[in-house]
Nanobody
Framework: QVQLVESGGGSVQAGGSLRLSCAAS????????VAWFRQAPGKEREGVAS??????????YYADSVKGRFTISQDNAKNTVYLQMNSLKLEDTAMYYC?????????????????WGQGTQVTVSS
C-alpha cells in the first residue's frame, strides 16, 4: 500500500508561483514513478509531470503545456515529490493530484496509476 498526501495549493494571480508537495509513504516499489495530474471542471484528467526514481538516476517528463514553467523534483530523505509552478496561467486552474505506480508504460495515462492522493486545488486569477 502507498499513501500520498498533497499540499501547497491555493489561489494566485496569473504570472505567480506555487509549490505543491506530495508526501509519500508505504511500499517503495509501488511508487517508483510519481506523477502530478490535474483535472479542471468538465475536462479529463491530464498528466502534468512525472519522475521515475531508479537506483541509477531518474527520468523526468512534462506535458508540453507546462514545459519551461513547471519543475518536478524529489527529496528522498523526506519521501516527498514537489511541483514548482511558475508563470502560472488562467488555464492552469484545476485540482492537482499526486499519483504513484511501479513503472507505468505511459507516464501521462492516469489509468496506469494505482495510488492517488486526495488532491489540492490551484486557482489562477487575472
Amino acid at each position: 500500500q502507498v499513501q500520498l498526501v498533497e499540499s501547497g495549493g491555493g489561489s494566485v494571480q496569473a504570472g505567480g508561483s506555487l509549490r505543491l508537495s506530495c508526501a509519500a509513504s508505504g511500499d517503495t516499489y509501488s511508487r517508483k514513478c510519481v506523477a502530478w495530474f490535474r483535472q479542471a471542471p468538465g475536462k479529463e484528467r491530464e498528466g502534468v509531470a512525472s519522475i521515475y526514481i531508479d537506483v541509477g538516476g531518474s527520468a523526468i517528463y512534462y506535458a508540453d503545456s507546462v514545459k519551461g514553467r513547471f519543475t518536478i523534483s524529489q527529496d528522498n530523505a523526506k519521501n516527498t515529490v514537489y511541483l514548482q509552478m511558475n508563470s502560472l496561467k488562467l488555464e492552469d486552474t484545476a485540482m492537482y493530484y499526486c499519483a504513484a505506480a511501479p513503472w507505468p508504460a505511459r507516464w501521462y495515462d492516469p489509468r496506469l496509476y494505482n495510488y492517488w492522493g486526495q488532491g489540492t486545488q490551484v486557482t489562477v486569477s487575472s
